[in-house]
């Protein structure tokens, strides 16, 4: 797809079957995934309910992969050092779910943990400016956030076009999430995206290295 940069291919596990997911984890592991992607919902923030900070200290041990959590959660504070306890390396909490970013951020940074920036569709860039030379990676949603197998929204490609620069040569990473596949990933990267999310594309069958790399290549 892109030879000049690595792509980083982070599976979301939001698809995955919990009744193996320690399995399902190894599997993904072995299939060359290179992040964990921890969907955390509150059926506040977004409208459904997944998995705490204690299912990802259970899981933790299954992979050394980094765990690259994604709280769709409202408040975050309170819920933050359960998850940087539990194993979380990332931890991206939405622009839209906290009023004290500065705040926010530094807690995660305290902790030793990258700090993301979530951004819903609707959610312009320009919204990250005050907060931008705090943090290590943006998530730029391409779905509304809450429930895996969405369809890909595609402004979102013009939306990571026009992120990549404003960040110029800030050392900030873009990550694109929500109804990622083979068909449009290649857009994502050329766009400026430097880490995939993808769910259903992955677990749709149950080889997962060929599905991984469709996305990657
Ligand atoms: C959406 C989640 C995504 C999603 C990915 O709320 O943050 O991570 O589950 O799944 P797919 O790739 O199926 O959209
Ligand atoms: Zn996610």
């Keep these: 797809m892109n030879n000049l940069k690595e792509i980083l291919i982070a599976p979301s596990i939001l698809s995955a079957d919990f009744s193996r997911l320690g399995e399902e984890i190894v599997s993904l592991e072995k ?14 923030f977004v409208p459904n309910i997944t998995i705490g900070a204690l299912v990802v200290n259970s899981i933790r041990s299954c992979t050394k992969i980094p765990f690259d959590v994604h709280l769709m959660i409202s408040p975050t504070d309170s819920y933050i050092k359960d998850f940087a306890d539990a ?6 909490i939405h622009l839209e779910a ?23 569709p609707a959610t312009p860039i320009e919204m990250l400016l005050p907060v931008i030379d705090e943090i ?24 990571i076009k026009s992120l990549k620069k404003m960040i110029g040569d800030r050392n900030i990473l873009i990550e ?7 068909d449009n990933a290649r857009d994502c990267v050329a766009a400026g995206a430097d880490i995939l999310v993808a769910g259903s594309s992955i677990f749709k069958t149950p080889d997962y290295a ?5 996305i990657r290549l």
């Design 87 to 92: 194993g979380a390396d990332h931890i991206s």
């Design 210 to 214: 060929d599905n991984i790399n469709s």
């Design 98 to 120: 906290e009023v004290h970013l500065h705040r926010t951020i530094s807690l995660i940074r305290s902790l030793s943990k990258k700090v993301g920036i979530a951004i819903n």
């Design 31 to 44: 299939a060359g995934a290179d992040l964990i992607h921890v969907d955390v919902m509150d059926g506040h």
């Design 176 to 182: 694109v999430d929500g109804g990622v596949t083979s």
């Design 136 to 159: 290590d990676m943006v998530i730029v949603m391409s779905v509304n956030p809450g429930f895996a197998g969405q369809t890909f929204i595609r402004s979102t490609v013009d939306k």
